[in-house]
């Protein structure tokens, strides 16, 4: 039996199909000790399935901070669960996207008021003018204090419509560059910075997957995790973005303030630190 379809004979009072299905996918649904985000799941038996007491609860709409602004820029702090889409975003002014954060990553997002800026700042990305720092809290206890990552990456798989990536020969992939640093160990998780100097599709998930330490809450590149937590949304948050500005030529440096899940996610972690700005 599809997950969905059990869910609807062994909920009878949940609100609707729609809801239960809104459930599996904010990752509220967990199958024999693993979270399970694809309704078409099919289920054996004697397998358990445990669903959150939050899954029905209604979900805010979510306030968007804005980071900096002037004539040409407007930077946001990017929400979990908000899409990187003009049409996600709750602004009336003419607004384009020159980069992304995936749906579940919080923190920093440039968005420009002109084509003019916008060919400037994708100008700026494609020489590697923009430094970014993330922070993520990872699986397992890593051994070093800090590294560096480069490989190749390129499409691996399809899996219920989504693309994974992952590292592949030089031919067939794009250089993809990380600098990463840990912050702090705790006992079944860690808290680390991230450096990516390109910016490839996924890169920071599948580096610290192939690293044996993935994203907590990242079932899509990580599907055993040694910390039993079980977060809600991928532990990867945008943090600093630091750039050249390209009228004024002044350096700008814009910090997304850590959000409250994640601060509360370190607190449960019992992991701490001084996050320091990318140089």
Known sequence: MRLLAFLREKCPNAPSVKALKRAIDSKRCIVNRQIETFSSYILEENDIVTLSDTAFESKKSAKIPILYEDEELLIINKPAGVVSDIRSLPFKAALQLVHRLDKETSGVLILVKNSN???????????????????????????????????????????????????????????????????????????????????????????????????????????????????????????????????????????????????????????????????
């Open 117 to 279: 800026t916008k060919e400037k700042m994708l100008d700026l990305f494609k020489r590697r003018g923009v430094r970014k720092l993330y922070l993520a809290i990872v699986d397992g206890v890593i051994a070093k204090d800090k590294g560096k990552i480069e490989n190749f990456l390129g499409k691996k798989q399809g899996y219920q419509g989504q693309t994974i990536y992952g590292s592949v020969p030089e031919k067939k992939g794009l250089r993809a560059i990380t600098f990463w640093s840990c912050l702090h160990r705790g006992k079944t998780a860690s808290f680390v910075s991230c450096e990516p100097v390109t910016g490839r599709t996924h890169q920071l998930r599948v580096h610290l997957s192939e690293m044996g330490h993935p994203i907590l809450g990242d079932v899509q590149y990580g599907k055993r995790f040694i910390c039993p937590f079980k977060p809600t949304r991928n532990l990867l948050h945008a943090y600093q973005i630091a750039f050249v500005h390209p009228s004024t030529g002044n350096e700008l440096k814009v910090i997304a303030p850590i959000p409250a899940d994640f601060k509360q996610s370190l607190k449960k972690l019992h992991l701490f630190a001084k996050v320091v700005g990318s140089s």
